[in-house]
């Protein structure tokens, strides 16, 4: 069974702090690596991804991958009330049957006040 | 362009009723999958299929079932349907290549009264 683990939430920061969410994987196969943003009955929208050991920045999102400790992270740098949502955590091995197939978390609610 | 669309965006039906959900990929896309996601949880994989052939299959009764078209849209089709289908369905398209992200279109609601 593979394994998706956010943080439990809710995760509440004021605004123009850094919220950091958290990711951890049971499936040392796991080869890609996505964060996406839920809005409150909306679908979910992809934010970034990260398929190598270390950081990738985009704007003022920051994601992290270290796959020796199979954890993947999140940074929300200036936080916005915008950015208040839900962000699901998801992980995909790319082999055999599961090609292609995402595992996701129960997701991070978060929560940015003014 | 467009994004994945899906219809119908709502839809309510009854027990032992059957629906079929459709989804077009975005341009380009020949990949989709199709996701399950019940309150509070994060989606569940039901289906991929990529030139027609299912990919991968998640751990769905029998009475969930898909299809490709040649035109790379897809049905999803639930019989016998019971209280607990009751979620946001949604689909997923992403292009050629194993590393591609997947992109989701706005999901059909689905409730079963």
């Known amino acids: 069974q593979k394994e998706v683990e956010q943080n439990s939430g809710p995760l509440s920061v004021p605004e123009g702090a850094i919220a950091s969410l958290n990711c951890t994987y049971s499936?040392?196969?796991?080869?890609?690596f996505f964060w996406y943003r839920q809005y409150s009955g909306k679908s979910p929208e992809l934010i970034m991804f990260?398929?190598?050991?270390g950081d990738k920045e985009d704007g003022r999102f920051t994601a992290q991958l270290n796959k020796a400790s199979q954890y993947v992270s999140l940074l929300i740098r200036d936080s916005q009330p915008s950015d208040s949502a839900t962000y699901l955590c998801?992980?995909?091995?790319?082999?055999?049957?599961?090609?292609?197939?995402?595992?996701f978390g129960r997701g991070t609610q978060l929560t940015v006040w003014p | 362009d467009a994004g994945v669309t899906q219809s119908p965006t709502h839809l309510i039906k009854t027990r032992g009723q059957q629906v079929t959900l459709r989804c077009s990929p975005i341009?380009?896309?020949?990949?989709v999958s199709w996701y399950q996601q019940v309150l509070g949880q994060g989606p569940q994989f039901i289906f991929q299929?990529?030139?027609?052939?299912?990919?991968g299959r998640g751990n769905f009764p029998d009475r969930f079932s898909a299809r490709q078209f040649p035109n790379y849209s897809s049905e999803l089709n639930v019989n016998a349907l019971l209280l607990g289908d009751s979620a946001l369905y949604l689909c997923?398209?992403?292009?050629?290549?194993?590393?591609?992200?997947?992109?989701f279109g706005d999901g059909t609601r689905l409730s079963i009264l």
């Open positions: 998801a992980v995909r091995t790319d082999r055999g049957s599961t090609l292609g197939r995402l595992y």
């Open positions: 299929y990529y030139e027609k052939e299912e990919r």
């Open positions: 997923a398209s992403s292009s050629p290549g194993s590393n591609q992200p997947q992109h």
């Open positions: 341009s380009g896309h020949k990949s």
């Open positions: 499936d040392r196969g796991s080869q890609s």
């Open positions: 990260i398929y190598s050991n």
